[in-house]
């Protein structure tokens, strides 16, 4: 079975590499973007990062070093992930522009455009209006989602706009800013939004790699095995869907739901509530975050169920034998007493601790309780007759041999209450069968209650954030999920047929082909073994939980995304598997997903680039006035307080001429970058002139610098950017001077680059018409 997974990963691998069937990639309306890798030193890069990892792996799972393999898989996880988003170009650049991607996340743009705006309370108190509003501002994620992402950007940067962290979020945010220097709505983002944009774009992969610690606690509490639990860790950092989707907010995910299942796994376990209110109160965080982590709440309930199923501990009826309670040992499968008088010695054989027996009768042989013989190698009764003191050879204690019928034996007329005994043995049969039918009623009554014991403290910490969240805004979590299935209802109109087969597919792909079969074989393997224990249980739970939300059809598209906090659990099934098989059985699968890894991360483009690439530098396509002569400025525009408002630049020269024909003025300017501006500056321009009538001034005309293709905020030191402007003026009745004067502003604040101590440059008198 090993050299078949390995024969299929590499099989697929090729596939999806060279693209020779595009429906691998999907179908039915949703299909991954298949594109060559465009920096083959990247691929290199990767598979360089890959090859370590797998044999650092080996190495350290050979030493048994648990705790080493759990710290190199969240730092191998976390630098595979870079390695992986730089297939398409800087990590850095990319982290941070899906971060602030309106499509690709979302979060920060909807904070900064309207939380920031609005105000917390207000938009929180609105959030339903809101989740409209966003579907017109192209911020579609929002559509179906609860506030918990806008909420943590707002935290986050509020703290960095605070003046004690100014020292660390000026410079920081400064340079954070040159990666969408040239987007205009990016460049209004404060120091705090920034920063905030910037961490989760950052520490993400980082974030998600953590997700290897709870699974490793999970399999430990499942297993009772921590070197297998550390080798089902250490196969989180090689899941493509981990790596391919840094750094959106669902990577996040798989390390909550992770941490949640752990803590009631540690609950059931330890019997101690504290620990299941814990997960309850994670799950919520999650769910706050989003909706589409719902399903993990029907894994935790079913193996609740089954986890209070297979360990009940009721108390044990009463009456159940003579000496029912010396038997402890089976908690799970109580037997009832033997019916009296099976065998003459039966009541003085007490080898096993799991079948009691009652007391004999009295009178069932002369000699009986002399010999206790062997509890290991029972040997059948003798023949009647064969011998003055056969009755006193009990060699057997597996073998009951009925009473003797009176009158068969020598002595057999000492006992003249036989027939009373012979009925009180049947009454005490039945007794233990009523009381046995009691028992089983109780354990299953006494499962249930604790179950619904453990569902209701859990049931609190889920409900606990969002009651809070309700009485402070008025929006119930029903009101959001009213809006949220609308949506998505409107979103996602596809094929229900094809999506039973392309939902559970897709997942299984970005989970890795080596680690799903091993998922699914460990599945099939607890049906056909039907062990009930409690690593059998929660495979067939997560069994339940993928058929049943694939047969309800709510998702249908980017399945692998959305359901990527599916995959810890995925990997946690074939723990089943793995258990059974010797310590190194898995590293030829290891290797395999490192190979799906490679190909899939090479080749499918699967969070596309919606903002426009950093500029490599000004526009040099500026068209200008020709030979008309230049004029000097040299007069520099930049902060008098730097530390507060960064950035500088000097406009060296310039030049006019007049329009008649066009009512206009129009200029060529070269400006000398010298430190990146920290606010979308616009340039702008007032003309004023003395007529006899008085003063003529003209309407203030802005404009952003090269067509905001590259404003101020990115303006380098050494850089020369040139950019010509049409100046439209006021009628006049006769000719007049012209005054201009140039200055940049800030049009969210108002703020005005100052020019060496003034508010505006002043440029040479022009004479027009």
């Known amino acids: 079975m090993r050299r078949l997974i390995v024969i299929a990963a590499v099989v697929l691998a090729g596939f999806i590499a060279f693209d020779l069937y595009p429906g691998l990639r999907g179908g039915a309306g949703w299909q991954w973007a298949y594109q060559p890798p465009p920096d083959v030193v990247a691929v290199i890069a990767l598979t360089a990062g890959l090859t370590v990892y797998v044999v650092v792996t080996a190495l350290l799972r050979a030493r048994r070093a648990v705790r080493t393999v759990l710290a190199w898989t969240v730092f191998g996880g976390t630098v595979l992930a870079y390695l992986a988003v730089s297939i398409r170009g800087d990590p850095f650049f990319l982290l941070f522009t899906r971060t602030v991607s309106p499509v690709q996340t979302g ?70 800013r040159m990666y969408q220097c040239h987007d205009i709505d990016v460049m209004w983002y404060s120091r705090g939004e920034i920063m905030a944009a910037g961490l989760f774009a950052f520490l993400m992969p980082l974030l998600a790699a953590l997700a290897a610690l ?36 669902n990577t996040l995910y798989s390390t909550l739901c992770a941490l949640a299942f752990w803590l009631l796994l540690r609950g059931l376990r ?20 989003n909706f589409a982590v719902l399903p993990f709440l029907l894994l935790a309930g079913l193996f609740t169920l089954g986890w209070c199923a297979l360990t009940p501990r009721p108390p044990l009826p009463q009456g159940e034998g003579e000496n029912s309670g010396q038997d402890s040992g089976s908690a799970l499968t109580p037997r009832p007493p033997l019916p009296q008088g099976e065998g003459e010695n039966s009541g003085r054989d007490s080898g096993s601790t799991l079948t009691p027996r009652p007391p004999l009768p009295q009178g069932e042989g002369e000699n009986s309780g002399q010999d206790s013989g062997s509890t290991l190698t029972p040997r059948p009764p003798l023949p009647q007759g064969e011998g003055k003191n056969s009755g006193r050879d009990s060699g057997s204690t ?14 057999s007329g000492r006992d003249p209450d036989s027939a009373l005994g012979t009925q009180h043995s049947a009454l005490s049969t ?75 597919y897709d997942v299984l792909l970005f989970t890795g082909l080596p680690a799903s079969i091993l998922a699914i074989w460990g599945a099939v393997r607890a049906i056909r073994l039907w062990r009930w224990d409690s690593l059998t249980v929660f495979a067939l739970a997560m069994a339940v939980t993928i058929v049943a939300v694939d047969v309800a059809g709510i998702v249908q598209g980017e399945n692998a995304r959305i359901l990527s906090f599916y995959m810890p659990f995925l990997l946690l099934m074939g723990a089943v598997v793995l258990r059974e098989r010797a310590s190194r059985y ?107 009538e008085g003063t003529i001034v003209s309407d203030p005309f802005r404009w952003w610098a090269q067509g905001a293709s ?35 502003v800030d049009e969210r604040t108002g703020r005005v680059l100052p020019v060496v101590g003034q508010d505006a440059l002043t440029l040479a008198p022009v004479s027009y018409p």
């Open 214 to 249: 709870p699974i490793f606690g999970i399999a430990r509490d499942l297993t009772g095995d921590r070197m297998l639990a550390a080798r089902i860790a250490g196969w989180w950092a090689l899941v493509p869907a981990v790596l391919m989707f840094a750094p959106t907010w």
């Open 398 to 411: 597996l073998t009951p041999r009925p009473p003797l019928p009176q009158g068969e034996g020598e002595n």
């Open 586 to 692: 898995d590293l030829p699968l290891f290797g395999a997903q490192a190979l799906v890894v490679l190909a899939m991360a090479a080749v499918l483009y699967v969070v596309p680039l919606d903002l426009d690439p950093m500029p490599d530098g000004p526009r040099q396509d500026i068209g200008g006035l020709g030979d008309v002569a230049w004029t000097d400025a040299d007069e520099a525009l930049w902060s008098t307080v730097r530390t507060v408002d960064p950035g500088a630049f000097t406009l060296e020269q310039y030049r006019w001429v007049g329009d008649p024909s066009r009512q206009a003025l129009t200029y060529e300017f070269e400006f000398h970058g010298h430190t990146p501006a920290e606010r979308p500056y616009q340039f702008e321009l007032v003309a004023t002139a003395q007529t006899d």
């Open 710 to 744: 590259y404003p101020p905020t990115c303006w380098r030191n050494g850089e020369v950017i040139r950019d010509t402007v049409v100046m439209p003026l006021p009628p006049v009745p006769h000719p007049v001077v012209w005054t201009v004067t140039l200055r940049a």
């Open 270 to 289: 330890s019997e101690q509530m504290g620990w299941v209110l814990g997960a309850g109160l994670v799950t919520a965080l999650t769910t706050f975050l």
């Open 430 to 504: 039945r007794h233990s069968a009523l009381g046995t039918r009691h028992s089983a009623l109780n354990t299953r009554h006494f499962a249930l209650l604790r179950a619904a014991w453990v569902g209701l403290v859990f049931g609190i910490g889920l409900a606990a954030p969002w009651i809070a969240y309700t009485v402070v805004t008025g929006v119930s979590p029903l009101d959001i999920l009213r809006v949220t299935f609308g949506s998505h209802s409107e979103l996602v109109q596809r094929a229900y047929l094809p999506w039973l087969l392309l939902h559970p």
């Open 107 to 176: 979060a920060a743009s909807l904070q900064t455009s309207i939380m920031a705006r609005d105000g917390v309370l207000p938009t929180l108190r609105r959030w339903p209006e809101v989740m409209d509003e966003a579907l017109t501002l192209n911020l579609i994620h929002f559509t179906t989602s609860p506030p918990g992402q806008v909420l943590a950007h707002q935290a986050l940067a509020d703290v960095f706009d605070s003046p004690a962290l100014h020292g660390l979020a000026a410079p920081v945010s400064q340079a954070w």
